[in-house]
């Protein structure tokens, strides 16, 4: 049984409660909120024995083992670094941190303290994004990935009539590209590696913060389009382009169905249908890693998550989006 610590008590954390219903081996034991009330709150929904207000007085307890973090992105580094000093390991919600400066610290205190820190990428690790991976050769050679990502954001009515929440808030580390464009790049980091260059171009909003955007990215023999949008929606699939096929991704970030499209005109479904809901399988992973004493996971590996960031990082610097946490 692996006993987990929770930080922020939102609608994702909901989620990966739900999932971990699904495992044998998953306990929540204890969760962390700034506010009493809603640590006791969202303890006694879930029956949660341990709550806490303070963040070192959890790290230090004996009640977990590992924690999941799905706290404002400019957190994640400092909790995360926290709880792994004190030998817990961590599962960490996309983005892993405001940036690459970051990221390598999160890695050297997994590495000085022999945990297992993950970030919580929940695409990478699905059936049909394993099936995506199995199916890849048959179209060919590979010339285009895109990536598409545009959800309108219910907290931009609030911006529109002047109330500004945190997801447009540059000292939580938030905007387009981190919360929505991450699940664009990560995959295909995952698929193709580390790219030779980075074109980007966003739209910045008065908090300074992106609301939406578009990479071209280049690689050897292929390029990749990213697109992520809070401010709009789009209905288009992603797509990777093959000379012999393209295939056809209805949703990056949690793809349901997968179809490849010859050029000779015949169609072939390659998607399956998730027995589980879409968390499990992270958790899946991250419990199965601390089980067998892995400190990485080859999915969500630290250096897929790291190039992610440096993506994302130079792509902050040619649009001028800064964060507190850059200085």
Same mark, same amino acid.
């Given at each position: 049984?692996?006993?987990?610590?929770?930080?922020?008590?939102?609608?994702?954390?909901?989620?990966?409660?739900?999932?971990?219903?699904?495992? %044998?081996?998953?306990?929540?034991?204890?969760?962390?909120?700034?506010?009493?009330?809603?640590? *006791?709150?969202?303890?006694?929904?879930?029956?949660?024995?341990?709550?806490?207000?303070?963040?070192?007085?959890?790290?230090?307890?004996?009640?977990?083992?590992?924690?999941?973090?799905?706290?404002?992105?400019?957190?994640?580094?400092?909790?995360?670094? !926290?709880?792994?000093?004190?030998?817990?390991?961590?599962?960490?919600?996309?983005? +892993?941190?405001?940036?690459?400066?970051?990221?390598?610290?999160?890695?050297?205190?997994?590495?000085?303290?022999?945990?297992?820190?993950?970030?919580?990428?929940?695409?990478?690790?699905?059936?049909?994004?394993? &099936?995506?991976?199995?199916?890849?050769?048959?179209?060919?050679?590979?010339?285009?990935?895109?990536?598409?990502? &545009?959800?309108?954001?219910?907290?931009?009515?609030?911006?529109? @009539?002047? !109330?500004?929440?945190?997801?447009?808030?540059?000292?939580? /580390?938030?905007?387009?590209?981190?919360?929505?464009? =991450?699940?664009?790049?990560?995959?295909?980091?995952? +698929?193709?590696?580390?790219?030779?260059?980075?074109?980007?171009?966003?739209?910045?909003?008065?908090?300074?913060?992106?609301?939406?955007?578009?990479? +071209?990215?280049?690689?050897?023999?292929? %390029?990749?389009?990213?697109?992520?949008?809070?401010?709009?929606?789009?209905?288009?699939?992603?797509?990777?382009?093959? @000379? %012999?096929? /393209?295939?056809?991704?209805?949703?990056?970030?949690?793809?349901?169905?997968?179809?490849?499209?010859?050029?000779?005109?015949?169609? @072939?479904?390659?998607? =399956?249908?998730?027995?589980?809901?879409?968390?499990?399988?992270?958790?899946?992973?991250?419990? %199965?890693?601390i089980k067998l004493g892995k400190l990485e996971s080859e999915v969500n590996s630290h250096q897929h998550s790291r190039t992610t960031a440096e993506i994302i990082?130079?792509?902050? *610097?040619?649009?001028?989006?800064?964060?507190?946490?850059? *200085?």
């Amino acid at each position: 049984m692996i006993r987990f610590g929770i930080i922020g008590t939102n609608w994702i954390t909901d989620r990966l409660i739900d999932a971990g219903t699904k495992l %044998d081996d998953f306990q929540v034991a204890a969760v962390y909120s700034r506010s009493k009330e809603n640590a *006791k709150d969202f303890a006694a929904r879930y029956g949660i024995r341990e709550t806490f207000t303070n963040l070192d007085e959890m790290a230090k307890s004996n009640k977990i083992d590992a924690v999941y973090i799905a706290s404002p992105n400019s957190l994640h580094a400092t909790q995360a670094i !926290t709880f792994m000093n004190h030998r817990k390991h961590v599962l960490c919600e996309k983005p +892993l941190a405001s940036n690459t400066a970051e990221v390598d610290s999160m890695i050297e205190a997994a590495n000085a303290n022999q945990v297992l820190l993950m970030e919580a990428m929940k695409t990478t690790l699905l059936p049909n994004f394993k &099936s995506i991976q199995q199916n890849l050769y048959k179209l060919g050679k590979i010339r285009r990935y895109v990536g598409n990502f &545009s959800k309108y954001s219910s907290r931009y009515d609030a911006y529109k @009539e002047g !109330t500004i929440l945190n997801a447009f808030k540059p000292e939580f /580390s938030n905007g387009s590209l981190m919360d929505l464009g =991450v699940y664009c790049i990560y995959p295909m980091v995952l +698929l193709f590696g580390h790219p030779n260059s980075i074109k980007a171009s966003s739209y910045l909003l008065e908090t300074q913060v992106d609301g939406e955007g578009s990479l +071209l990215i280049e690689y050897d023999e292929m %390029d990749a389009v990213i697109m992520h949008s809070k401010i709009s929606n789009s209905y288009s699939p992603s797509e990777i382009i093959g @000379e %012999d096929g /393209s295939m056809m991704i209805n949703n990056i970030s949690e793809p349901t169905e997968v179809e490849i499209r010859y050029k000779d005109g015949s169609t @072939e479904k390659i998607s =399956v249908e998730d027995e589980m809901p879409s968390m499990y399988y992270e958790l899946r992973e991250f419990i %199965d890693l601390i089980k067998l004493g892995k400190l990485e996971s080859e999915v969500n590996s630290h250096q897929h998550s790291r190039t992610t960031a440096e993506i994302i990082e130079v792509a902050r *610097k040619q649009t001028g989006i800064v964060y507190p946490a850059d *200085k």
